[in-house]
């Protein structure tokens, strides 16, 4: 499936009719998220303060997953060299900056309340600072380096050194003693938190997988037909330099 998606013309043909059905299915669910998530009752101890959890959860696995998938495509282009992959690689890094720099802004703000400041060097919000911090260095090494191919290569390089800071992010509340609260979702004996809190919470995360899903699709269908114009724009210029001057 994954090879027959590597062409490009394949993977523009499936994707065109994916695109609404996702971006369908992603309005629905954040409706009925955010209904769930403003009728949900306060937490006996955060009070209302507890609803910033049904934007920065979703916003930091989203982090994570636009991450590992940046990664997973930057390892498909720099090994088997598919112009497609490193497209792909390409428009998840800011979708996975935005998703991250959202968990980051709503976690000082919930956790101003909680802690009493805004920011603290906990394990979990410095390493998903380095999150972020890579993000960046993706996308400014992809500017800086004028040549096309040689940016892909250089970047996908630096995505694959970052996926170290993956389980350092996961488990770091384990790994540590931190401020950050321990896992409530992904635990051998079951999710802690309580079902009226749960199903928004999951519906949310839904929504930000549906919401990511077809931003890439859109982004990475974008970048193709930049390329592909890319292509048409130089081919006068390359039959220039082939073809010998008349006499």
């Not at 507890?50 to 498909?76: E, K, N």
């Not at 694959?160 to 800071?165: P, Y």
């Amino acid at each position: 499936m994954l090879t027959v998606l590597a062409n490009p013309a394949r993977f523009m043909a499936v994707s065109r009719p994916l695109v609404p059905v996702l971006g369908a299915a992603t309005a629905l669910l954040l409706a009925v998220g955010t209904w769930l998530s403003f009728t949900a009752p306060p937490d006996y101890q955060q009070g209302n303060s507890v609803r910033m959890m049904f934007v920065h959860v979703p916003a930091a696995y989203m982090g994570l997953f636009a991450y590992a998938c940046m990664g997973g495509a930057s390892f498909a282009g720099l090994v088997w060299r598919h112009a497609l992959a490193d497209a792909a690689a390409k428009a998840a890094a800011p979708l996975g900056a935005g998703f991250t720099f959202l968990a980051l802004v709503t976690g000082s703000l919930w956790g101003k309340p909680m802690w009493g400041a805004w920011w603290v060097w906990d394990a979990r919000l410095t390493s998903v600072l380095v999150l972020f911090l890579l993000y960046l260095g993706y996308l400014a090494l992809h500017a800086a380096v004028e040549d096309e191919t040689r940016a892909a290569r250089a970047a996908a390089v630096l995505a694959l050194a970052g996926l170290i800071n993956l389980p350092v992010v996961k488990f770091s509340v384990d790994w540590w003693n931190t401020l950050h609260q321990p896992a409530s979702l992904l635990r051998a004996d079951g999710p802690s938190v309580a079902p009226e809190i749960l199903a928004p919470l999951l519906v949310m995360s839904l929504a930000y997988t549906c919401l990511f899903g077809v931003l890439w699709l859109v982004r990475t269908r974008a970048e193709v037909w930049r390329r592909r114009a890319h292509s048409v724009r130089r081919a006068p210029a390359m039959r220039a330099t082939l073809t010998p001057e008349a006499a």
